[in-house]
T-cell receptor, first 113, second 115 residues
Framework: DQQVKQNSPSLSVQEGRISILNCDYT??????FLWYKKYPAEGPTFLIS?????DKNEDGRFTVFLNKSAKHLSLHIVPSQPGDSAVYFC????????????FGQGTRLTINP | DGGITQSPKYLFRKEGQNVTLSCEQN?????MYWYRQDPGQGLRLIYY???????QKGDIAEGYSVSREKKESFPLTVTSAQKNPTAFYLC??????????????FGDGTRLSIL
């Protein structure tokens, strides 16, 4: 039962344009959503998060949008840079005795010069 | 620099052998976690620990064991009972696991392969 899904395994975007990564979830009890970025042979790095009571959070070139009614969130990166090429994981957080993060499968973003 | 150190980076196991993956953090975090990543899949939780001398099973604990004798250390043993141990293993920590908005910080992982 995949509670968090990233349906696009890969995405290719031209440098300078906008990258949009999508994530869908099924459990309405998730109360925080996080995005992580991962380079090969390294651990994921926290990028940005959003509370379930918000619909937008912005940090520099990164903006996360949350649509609770659709159970959908997206990460926008603008402008996209070559260093943004990585795998991006969306994760949903819930407290069940302790915090549990449920991860999507990841989307590989490639920024082309 | 504060962070999470996992060792070794690459590990090979023979059939029927137990191996232990090391995870050390100097962030003074209370909570620590072990995840497994397989190709094309997200991270899946193996075990987590909220405080010293306490740990709980995650979603895929079978064939694994852990200990938490010190706050900064959370080693994972992959036992011979784990039938498909080849994967990338990630250790993480967070200040506390009782607040939902705490990001978990990850080490650089250990890639385990079967000979």
């Amino acid at each position: 039962d995949q509670q968090v899904k990233q349906n696009s395994p890969s995405l290719s975007v031209q440098e300078g344009r906008i990258s949009i990564l999508n994530c869908d979830y099924t459990n309405s009890m998730f109360d925080y959503f996080l995005w992580y970025k991962k380079y090969p042979a390294e651990g994921p790095t926290f990028l940005i998060s959003i509370s379930s009571i918000k619909d937008k959070n912005e940090d520099g070139r990164f903006t996360v949008f949350l649509n609770k009614s659709a159970k959908h969130l997206s990460l926008h990166i603008v402008p996209s840079q070559p260093g943004d090429s990585a795998v991006y994981f969306c994760a949903a957080s819930i407290i069940q005795g302790a915090q549990k993060l449920v991860f999507g499968q990841g989307t590989r973003l490639t920024i082309n010069p | 620099d504060g962070g999470i150190t996992q060792s070794p980076k690459y590990l090979f196991r023979k059939e029927g052998q137990n191996v232990t993956l090391s995870c050390e953090q100097n962030l003074n975090h209370d909570a620590m976690y072990w995840y497994r990543q397989d190709p094309g899949q997200g991270l899946r939780l193996i075990y987590y620990s909220q405080i010293v001398n306490d740990f709980q099973k995650g979603d895929i604990a079978e064939g694994y064991s852990v200990s938490r004798e010190k706050k900064e250390s959370f080693p994972l043993t992959v036992t011979s009972a784990q039938k498909n141990p080849t994967a990338f293993y990630l250790c993480a920590s967070s200040v506390t696991d009782l607040i939902s908005n705490q990001p978990q910080h990850f080490g650089d992982g250990t890639r385990l392969s079967i000979l």
